[in-house]
């Protein structure tokens, strides 16, 4: 049976005409209900005394709720002429100061690894730090972080219902994964991913954050760039390997942050599995993937490097046994500590 929850998504997708706001946000949406045997209940409130878009909203909200639910009984009651009471926001960002996005071009870079590992050193750096695992194409921070049996739970504040976020080595950490199955990512489209996106990051009890580092999904689709918009970002840093064909969909992704009406600083470019050294050479180093060409990508795009991460066995090893890398004082530590610096120093300035 459908929930309320699934409702109020699928109506964050109708919007009045004339304002252009979806009717959640714009406060018409007032009261949802599914009472006993699945009778739902809709009550929308129009300030206008004749809106003359009140019955079309209503009919698209019920034809909305059963074409997600063709058995639904749906009963809508319009009121007109009354000034609805605003909606109460979530604010559960309220306490964060430096939203970063970790995004890349394509799948596979190693974003999510870089991301766990730079959430890991900014902790150890003394700052209070979250992760928000957005990749619904495939989200990996619970394994990473091994809190991949966490079952987020509700904590009311003020009235509201929140989510707490799972904790790992000081790090809290939410994940679409702790909601969706594998296949489920598949199906969703722009506005369904998008909104539960945004509920998944205001409706989190982040408490004080200095960073809350958001692991992207891959590419410059409308979620992307619905996650550029909305939340108001302090920078974005991109991961990309020196590869030529990752190279030129980082150049897409850097210009989505960096377009007109986005407007969000790209903080710099990480080159992951930049080369490679084995253990028993560890003064060889093999160019696998091409050498430097994340850096010289940075360089002709006019923004900074920020740093390199070779290929290291270790670091695919820790991130598989839910302890990255940057947990423990290794050489590949200082790889993370080098560009968590930089960003540092260009957010907190
Ligand atoms: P993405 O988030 O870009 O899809 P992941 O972080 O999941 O990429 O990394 C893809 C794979 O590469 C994982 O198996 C990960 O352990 C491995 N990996 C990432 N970075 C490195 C690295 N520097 N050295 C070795 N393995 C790495």
């Known amino acids: 049976m459908i929930t309320r929850e699934e409702i109020v998504n699928i109506l964050q997708g109708i919007t009045h005409p004339e304002s252009g706001k979806n009717i959640v946000e714009g406060g018409i949406l007032q009261e949802v209900t599914v009472g006993e045997g699945g009778k739902i209940h809709l009550t929308l409130v129009f300030r206008r005394r004749r809106d003359p878009f009140a019955k079309s909203v209503a009919t698209r909200a019920k034809l909305a709720i059963e074409a997600a639910e063709a058995e639904a009984q749906v009963e809508i009651l319009i009121r ?35 991301t766990a590992n730079l959430a890991v050193e900014l902790h ?42 799972a904790e790992s080595e000081g790090i809290k950490i939410n994940s679409i994964g702790f909601y969706i199955g594998r296949e489920d990512a598949l199906v969703w489209r722009g506005p369904m991913a998008t909104n539960a996106l945004k509920q998944l990051i205001n409706q989190t009890l982040w408490g004080e954050l200095d960073f809350l580092l958001i692991d992207m999904p891959p590419g410059t689709g409308d979620v992307q760039i ?77 923004v900074d490097f920020l740093g390199e991460i070779p290929l290291i066995q270790a670091i695919a090893e820790n991130s598989d046994a839910g302890t990255p890398i940057a947990l423990g004082s290794s050489e590949e530590e200082k790889y993370y500590a080098e560009i968590c610096r930089k960003i540092v120093e260009k957010l907190m300035k």
């Open 80 to 114: 007109e002429g009354e000034e609805a009471p605003k909606p109460r926001q979530h604010e559960g960002m309220k306490d964060v100061k430096n939203i970063v996005a970790v995004a890349s071009g394509k799948g596979g870079v190693g974003k999510s690894t870089v």
């Open 226 to 302: 619905s996650i550029a918009e909305n939340l108001s970002l302090a920078g974005a840093v991109i991961v990309s390997t020196p590869q030529k064909v990752a190279t030129a969909d980082v150049v897409r992704g850097m210009k989505m942050f960096e377009a007109e009406g986005i407007g969000v600083p790209v903080l710099g470019v990480v080159e992951n599995m930049a080369f490679f050294s084995p253990a028993e050479l560890p003064d060889h180093r093999y160019y696998i993937f091409g050498r430097g060409g994340a850096r010289q990508m940075a360089e002709s795009a006019g």
């Open 124 to 165: 150890k750096m003394g700052y209070k730090v979250g992760v928000l695992d957005a990749d619904i194409y495939g989200p990996s921070q619970p394994k990473l972080f091994g809190v991949e049996d966490f079952e987020p739970w509700a904590e009311q504040v003020d009235g509201l219902d929140y989510i707490a976020p």
